[in-house]
């Protein structure tokens, strides 16, 4: 059974984001029992991307001056690249052999653009993922678009990459999750296009499947250069962990993006605005009730991992390890976040085992650690 009853949907009580600016607000300890490490090659992976970023997006943000109405000044190269994904990224995948990582980051960087651009177009028109998804399909299929869509020639090149070098099975699960991403996009932009705040149940469908989740797992073996059985894959006992797994990874990335996006009047799709509406929550006792599940989230994680790793499914090859692995995925979006200036333009102390204080000054959204 589900921690989270469902709920009624309802229009958001926070009408505009104008009512929370110069607001400050405590952010509680959010990392409890998961460990934190980094790549050992994260340097030399960071460089690698960066430089295949400046390779194959400059010709995107060229075209696209005003790139995203979403990020404040985000029509700069240099301030995409000073965002620092690939260092997220070997959070997210500490032991991964260093090649395949360096795939793993210029990918995220063409999806993390797409995802932007597609939400919310820097025209400021309504999105049209769907317009886009036949674009998508024919560049997995191996088709190059044309230099009037240089971010899709981004994609087509980082997904040759893949062809090459992922196993015949993970690589058509990977495509089919990536064709899953874009209807999932399209789902999410009928939800923007409405009044409404989703209810809890809705979003974590959404964030367990469709929007990243799974490719984000996929990404997990890849490069850690093995491929899991469909019989450890299906059971329901796995997908319990993954299930768990991706309610904290989302929760932890909603808490600390929801600055961001009351910043940026985009937080229809937030946890912490699904639970505030929901109850009827001002902005503190959401984040406060929001760090809550992650707490309890966390343990449940931790047991249904465990319980599995102590199984017969816990003997398959390369289990144990994929099922470990788990715990950077998820303490990743905690350490990275608090850090990455595509969230916050000051930060100070950051520690995601302790306490912290935002403040939601548009120009400047900052984050300053606390005594534990």
């Not at 209810?199 to 990243?212: A, K």
Request: aromatic share 8%; proline share 6%.
């Amino acid at each position: 059974m589900s921690a989270y009853p469902p709920q009624q949907a309802q229009t958001s009580p926070w009408q505009s984001a104008d009512l929370w600016q110069g607001t400050t607000y405590r952010l509680p300890r959010l990392l409890h029992q998961l460990p934190v490490a980094h790549h050992r090659d994260h340097q030399s992976i960071g460089e690698l991307s960066r430089q295949w970023g400046r390779r194959h997006l400059a010709a995107h943000f060229a075209q696209n001056t005003a790139h995203s109405r979403t990020i404040a000044r985000r029509d700069d190269m240099d301030t995409y690249i000073a965002w620092n994904l690939p260092w997220g990224m070997c959070l997210c995948y500490p032991h991964g052999e260093a090649a395949r990582l360096v795939t793993v980051c210029n990918f995220i960087d063409v999806v993390t653009i797409y995802d932007d651009v597609s939400s919310t177009p820097p025209d400021g028109g309504s999105p049209q993922p769907a317009a886009q998804t036949e674009k998508i399909n024919r560049i997995l299929r191996g088709h190059r678009p044309q230099d009037s869509f240089p971010l899709g020639q981004a994609l087509h090149d980082v997904w040759q990459d893949f062809t090459a070098t992922a196993p015949t099975g993970l690589l058509q699960r990977l495509t089919q999750a990536m064709h899953d991403v874009l209807e999932g996009i399209t789902e999410e932009t009928a939800i923007r296009k409405s009044d409404n705040v989703p209810d809890l149940q809705t979003l974590l469908r959404l964030r367990r499947g469709p929007i990243y989740a799974d490719v984000c797992l996929l990404l997990l073996e890849y490069v850690l250069n093995i491929e899991l059985p469909p019989e450890f894959l299906t059971d329901p006992r796995v997908t319990e962990v993954h299930n768990r797994w991706a309610d904290s990874f989302f929760m932890l990335n909603d808490i600390l993006s929801l600055a961001k996006e009351i910043r940026d009047g985009d937080w229809s799709l937030n946890t912490v605005a699904a639970i505030g509406a929901a109850h009827q929550l001002d902005l503190q006792e959401a984040v406060n009730e929001t760090a809550r599940l992650i707490e309890l989230n966390e343990s449940a994680f931790t047991k249904a991992r465990d319980e599995l790793l102590a199984s017969d499914l816990g003997r398959i090859p390369h289990a144990a390890t994929y099922l470990t692995e788990l715990d950077y995925l998820i303490s990743a979006s905690a350490a990275f976040q608090g850090h990455c200036s595509r969230y916050y333009q000051r930060s100070t102390d950051w520690d995601p085992t302790r306490p912290a204080m935002v403040t939601l000054n548009p120009e400047c959204l900052e984050i300053t650690g606390l005594p534990a």
